[in-house]
């Protein structure tokens, strides 16, 4: 056993925006319990620089939690030119509604556009699967 498996991963506190993508769309109507839905399903995309910050490179696991959840993503470079450090960017889907609080502030709508979340790099775990989130 090495000292490193007590150490924590440092966190980053980000604020996720959800979003609608086409090429999810076309792989829920294929299968909503599907594998290419799951693959696009489960990404968080980071700005660059924030994404240098955490130590992550594309393709990394990262944790993201809160206090209505906790779910394990692949890791993506944002494909925004403009910098948007702090904002992180998901597509609505099972991953990012295990982050939304259910309070709604008395509108009766989620904050789907307002996630807070930390951020830190996963220990060695899979994505979380879709049937952990169901």
Known sequence: MGFGQF?????FKL?????RDVF?????ENSRFGEQYAERSSVIRLDKDDMKKMGVK???LVVAKNASGRVVLKAESSTLEQSHPGTAFMINGPWANALVAADTGGT???????IEVMLSRSKGEKVTSLAELI
């Open 24 to 28: 999810q769309n076309t792989a829920q």
């Open 15 to 19: 604020i996720i925006v959800t979003h």
């Open 108 to 114: 009766g709508v989620p904050a789907f556009k307002n």
């Open 58 to 60: 594309a393709g990394d």
């Open 7 to 11: 150490l924590t991963e440092p966190e």
